[in-house]
T-cell receptor, first 113, second 114 residues
Framework: QKEVEQNSGPLSVPEGAIASLNCTYS??????FFWYRQYSGKSPELIMS????GDKEDGRFTAQLNKASQYVSLLIRDSQPSDSATYLC?????????????FGSGTRLQVQP | DAGVIQSPRHEVTEMGQEVTLRCKPI?????LFWYRQTMMRGLELLIY????????DSGMPEDRFSAKMPNASFSTLKIQPSEPRDSAVYFC????????????FGPGTRLTVT
């Protein structure tokens, strides 16, 4: 079992729709959760971080965390063609040891104009 | 503010040659990470430093790989001798441990070993 699992996609949504990206993780000690966006040929760009159960909103993005279910999600409202990219879920255990990120394989999102 | 700086951006070398990748973290950040990204394995940690000291090198694939951080503003990742399977994009990232957990990535070095 991979430590961080994501559906590779592609996830295709029409422009203006809500895109829902999901991620599960296996280590219950994980404490910090991140979503990175990576355009083809570019480096990962941090778009959201979440540390406690519940929702966190930032503009068109909402991150959701459920530690009991070991589940993290990212919602993108009013999707735009410029949102087309690969979205990487990452987790870390800041306070108890390993501070490096463990990444999922990424979900490719395609927003159709 | 300048972000993480990496050089070179592209490197093409022949098998058996030594390769040195360079990274300058964001000023004031006390953690530095080296990651490698391939289609097959995704993005994976090679090694990370805290205050210039290597903390976890469990991801370094073998003795051909070595990393150093001689001061707070510079790190190198060296591959000697290089092999075709080392072809990948190598990213450096940094973070400020005391104030947050977010890591910021450099633009990466695309390495091709022929």
């Amino acid at each position: 079992q991979k430590e961080v699992e994501q559906n590779s996609g592609p996830l295709s949504v029409p422009e203006g729709a809500i895109a829902s990206l999901n991620c599960t993780y296996s280590d219950r000690g994980s404490q910090s959760f991140f979503w990175y966006r990576q355009y083809s040929g570019k480096s990962p760009e941090l778009i959201m971080s979440i540390y406690s159960n519940g929702d966190k909103e930032d503009g068109r993005f909402t991150a959701q965390l459920n530690k009991a279910s070991q589940y993290v999600s990212l919602l993108i409202r009013d999707s735009q063609p410029s949102d087309s990219a690969t979205y990487l879920c990452a987790v870390s255990k800041e306070d108890t040891g390993r501070r490096a990120l463990t990444f999922g394989s990424g979900t490719r999102l395609q927003v159709q104009p | 503010d300048a972000g993480v700086i990496q050089s070179p951006r592209h490197e093409v070398t022949e098998m058996g040659q030594e390769v040195t990748l360079r990274c300058k973290p964001i000023s004031g950040h006390d953690y530095l990470f080296w990651y490698r990204q391939t289609m097959m394995r995704g993005l994976e940690l090679l090694i990370y430093f805290n205050n210039n000291v290597p903390i976890d090198d469990s991801g370094m694939p073998e003795d051909r790989f070595s990393a150093k951080m001689p001061n707070a503003s510079f790190s190198t990742l060296k591959i000697q001798p290089s092999e075709p399977r080392d072809s990948a994009v190598y990213f450096c990232a940094s973070k400020m441990g005391a104030k947050g957990y977010e890591q910021y990535f450099g633009p990466g070095t695309r390495l091709t070993v022929t």
